[in-house]
């Protein structure tokens, strides 16, 4: 009961900042950032309280459905984003991407199947609080860098057309936006790299192989490679501004390929949540 | 895409594009001379760059190579520079710079220059690009091991059925070793089999057996996620099915054949057998582990073994001869023949493997998770130092470089310039020295 009433608040809470956040950008006002803010601190108080109860309730760490994945990720996202907001008010702008994306995530996740269900026996390890937490810490650094490209495509459209705007003074400078955009590609790399490995070595108990070519393996290796390269683009060959942060925009795709898309398109894969024989 | 094995076999028979992927060897993907090729000019050039940027590394380390050259003029015409006076002379500010950055444990040197210094914190951080790449090899190692010694079958045994070596038992190999050939002798005697459920979901599966390897038997329980290893060998529980003992009895009631089938059935699909003794009959069984009619139609409650029950179809010379539910205990009147349903055992499919490699893979993945850590969280920062003597004062420039955030950086510039600062007063008050 708590649990609903949490995750309709936390919806409710999102699609309302969500609202803001865009007509800030849209008008080039501060107040909708700051009064989106204010909503988004409280929400993520909320969204950690219903991943405690949730994971207190059923005695794993929520990584069983769409919703529970919704959760774990979406709290990862919306915590970077908070911190980020506390550090540096400025950058309240990256919510206009982690925002909306945890809050159609979550959507998604209410619609499929919201309820507890219990651990298949295939899920019943201990690599799935490793594999599982490195995979939503990935995904929320990546949301956040792909929040900082947002900003910094949407600021420095400015800068090129010589328009000045007090809204985007308060926004940080462009080379800081890049900097920090980087940073969290780093940590969104490395815990993905982290994630793969645990996953390598899970599937060895569990399926009997390091890699079984499943969509989902090969499309998270995908992205890791693309983030690898981009890494590289911009530490070996100094790609930056506007077309690296183009870059980081569109790479985050990759993630929600291997972490939702590909349940929804493929069937045969072997990681299907909620497992129902024993069989898979 | 194919209804049975047979039409895929048979497409696989007659397929150009097939024919195509075998003599190019894209049929066995991780053997295929186009892999192989690729994989070897991958090696050969991530092999080149490590080679070529060894010695790089190595100097950027500081552990090879002559300590930088710069000058205070050199320092003095940056952008970013910042400026100490101190009262005090050349030597005792050099004393003063050491212990500081000793105490904040960076690495401290003079460099080539007279009064020139470097201070740099995280000094191995290159030493990750080293171990990050290198790491590929270590995973090649592990992958080529495991490519030729591997050994994969899956082996189907019912509660009280026993493996002693017959590879016959073996309902496919998807994996067979291309060198380490030999096996290590393996008994097993599957006990029992306990599936848990809850909610209808399979929540655990426990299966018992003893096991014998190299002379010795041990009784062991092999679960989802906990596999059974001995050596280079492991085993895994990876299906479950339901093995029904069928009795067929002659026409005067005298039974004439019985055996466990196992059937792949648990999930709701459908599965055929036939006998040995007369082959013109086949059976088709649908199998309802928890049987209740609802609505008049067979269903089952639950996955859960309590009320047994199967929808039989009997054909003979490909008619129907019979279609009805038996439940256990029950026989099915096949008009000659009467064939019963006298028990249900579980079956499990192994996964048995032998494989070598585990360790160089393992080796070359903490070895990358550990190169990524060192090269992109803990990355060089170094300061550049230098003491100039300028009528009553001596002057100390300093320049900071980050390897990445480089804007970032100037924000911990500027701290450790003030702690510097702070550090050289307080020396300075408890030597009582002024100038």
């Given amino acids: ?61 929520p990584a069983n459905s769409e919703f529970e994945n919704a959760i774990t990720g979406g709290w990862f996202a919306i915590g970077l984003t908070v911190y980020l907001i506390f550090r540096n008010r400025g950058l309240t702008g990256v919510a206009l991407f982690t925002v909306p994306a945890t809050l159609l995530f979550l959507g998604y996740g209410v619609m499929k199947a919201p309820d507890p269900l219990p651990l298949a026996a295939s899920l019943k390890s201990s690599w799935l609080v490793i594999h599982v937490l490195f995979a939503q810490l990935a995904f929320g650094s990546y949301a956040i860098a792909s929040g900082m490209g947002l900003l910094y495509v949407l600021k420095d459209r400015k ?83 506007r077309k690296l942060a183009w870059i980081m925009i569109f790479l985050l795709s990759t993630v929600i390929i291997t972490y939702w898309g590909i349940d929804i398109v493929v069937e045969n894969t072997r990681h299907i949540f909620g497992v129902t024989s024993l069989d898979s | 895409m194919f209804d049975t094995r047979d039409l895929y076999e048979l497409w696989k028979e007659q397929s150009v594009i097939n024919r195509l992927l075998d003599f190019i060897g894209f049929t066995e993907i991780y053997l295929s001379p186009v892999t192989i090729l690729l994989l070897v000019i991958f090696f050969i050039n991530l092999f080149v760059v490590i080679l070529n940027r060894m010695p790089v590394i190595f100097r950027r380390a500081y552990l090879a190579g002559e300590m930088p050259a710069f000058s205070a003029a050199l320092i003095k015409s940056g952008k970013d520079v910042k400026v100490i006076t101190a009262k005090k002379n050349v030597n005792d500010l050099a004393d003063d710079l050491r212990s500081f950055f000793k105490k904040k444990k960076w690495f401290f040197r003079e460099a080539k220059a007279d009064n020139t210094y470097i201070a740099v914190k995280n000094r191995y951080s290159p030493i990750g690009f080293l171990f990050f790449h290198l790491s590929f090899f270590l995973c090649l190692i592990g992958g080529i091991m495991i490519t030729y010694t591997r050994f994969s079958g899956n082996l189907p045994l019912t509660e009280g059925q026993k493996f002693e070596g017959d590879m016959a038992q073996f309902r496919s190999l998807s994996s067979e070793p291309k060198i380490l050939k030999r096996l290590p002798a393996l008994s097993l005697y599957l006990e029992k089999v306990q599936p848990v459920y809850d909610n209808g979901v399979p929540t655990e599966l426990l299966a018992s057996l003893s096991l014998t390897f190299n002379d010795q038997t041990k009784k062991e329980v092999i679960r989802i996620n906990e596999p059974v290893k001995r050596g280079s060998m492991s085993i895994i529980a990876e299906r479950i099915g339901v093995s029904p003992l069928f009795v067929i009895r002659g026409p005067s009631g005298r ?30 069984v649908r199998f309802y582990p928890d049987f209740i009619r609802d609505k008049g139609a067979a269903s089952t409650k639950s996955i859960e073994m309590k009320n047994p029950a199967m929808l039989l179809t ?104 003030r702690g510097l600062e702070d550090f050289m007063n307080y020396k300075m008050s408890i030597r009582g020295d002024n100038g």
């Fill in chain 2, 314 to 417: 009997a054909g003979k010379d490909s008619k129907i001869i019979y279609q009805g539910i038996i439940k256990l205990g029950e026989y099915a009147d096949l008009g000659v023949y009467s064939i019963g349903f006298q028990d249900v055992r579980y079956w499990v499919e192994f996964l048995i493997i032998r494989e070598y490699g585990r360790i160089p893979l393992i080796g070359g993945f903490i070895m990358a998770a550990i190169g990524l850590i060192m090269r992109l969280v803990f990355f060089q920062k170094r300061f550049r130092l230098a003491i100039e003597h300028e009528r009553d004062n001596t002057l100390l420039y300093i320049d900071g470089k980050s390897e990445f955030f480089q804007h970032s950086f100037k924000e911990e510039v500027d701290i450790i310039a």
């Fill in chain 1, 159 to 241: 800068v090129q057309q010589g328009i000045e705007s007090r809204f985007y003074e308060r926004i940080p400078r462009l080379e800081i936006i890049e900097e920090n955009m980087f940073r969290f590609v780093v940590y969104g790399f490395i815990a993905e790299a982290i994630m793969i490995v645990a996953g390598a070595i899970w599937a060895k108990d569990l399926w009997g192989n390091y890699w079984g070519w499943d969509p989902v393996e090969v499309w998270s290796l995908i992205s890791w490679l693309l983030y690898g390269l981009s890494i590289h683009l911009k530490v070996t060959l100094g790609w930056k501004g």
């Fill in chain 1, 1 to 61: 009961m708590v649990e609903d009433i949490l995750t309709w608040l936390c919806i409710y809470s999102y699609t309302i900042a969500s609202i803001l956040l865009l007509s800030g950008f849209i008008f080039n006002k501060e107040k909708p950032l700051k009064l989106a803010s204010h909503i988004i601190v409280p929400a993520f108080a909320a969204h950690s309280i219903i991943f405690i109860i949730r994971w207190a309730r059923t005695g794993y760490f």
């Fill in chain 2, 255 to 284: 039974q004439i054949d019985a055996a466990y089938v196992s059937l792949n059935v648990l999930g709701g699909e459908e599965d055929s057998f036939q006998f040995e003794t007369d082959k013109r009959f086949t059976f088709v």
